[in-house]
């Protein structure tokens, strides 16, 4: 009868240490998790902000390039002058909006707790088989 005690005894303190640990595990992750979404929190902030910068910046200089380009070739053909600039400008829109939807479908949020939820799982399984 003693030694069934003793071997419940002995169950429950590795139940025990195995709980700790795996809670200790799941507060490393946790704490990953947050750094790293305030991480992407900050890095969309300054995105944003450099975005919008060289939208304004961007669309500033095309203005005064077009209102140039205009009053130069004006006595050729305005509207050819006009149609060809508006033909460069949606062609530029269209090539940046390819690169954007490209860049949007490769996006990758939180791989690297991703990645590391994944190893614990593996691990994991190969403790418990």
């Known amino acids: 009868m003693e030694e069934s005690t003793a071997s419940f005894g002995q169950l429950a303190a590795t139940s025990k240490h195995f709980a ?4 200790t595990i799941g507060e ?3 704490e990953l998790l947050t750094v790293e ?3 992407e929190r900050e890095r ?4 944003i902000l450099m975005a919008f910068g060289v939208a304004v910046c961007g669309l500033l200089s095309g ?15 305005p509207v050819a002058v006009l149609l060809i600039l508006t033909a460069l400008y949606a062609a530029a829109g269209i090539c940046l909006w390819r690169r954007l939807t490209g860049l949007l479908r490769n996006w990758q949020t939180l791989s690297a707790s991703l990645d590391q939820l994944r190893k614990d799982r593996v691990c994991l399984e190969k403790i418990l088989a």
Do not use: F, K, P
Request: no cysteine.
């Open 20 to 23: 700790r640990r795996l809670l």
């Open 63 to 77: 203005l005064t390039l077009t209102a140039a380009i205009v009053v130069l070739l004006w006595a050729w053909s």
């Open 37 to 39: 979404m305030q991480e």
């Open 28 to 30: 490393n992750r946790l």
């Open 44 to 47: 969309l902030r300054d995105a």
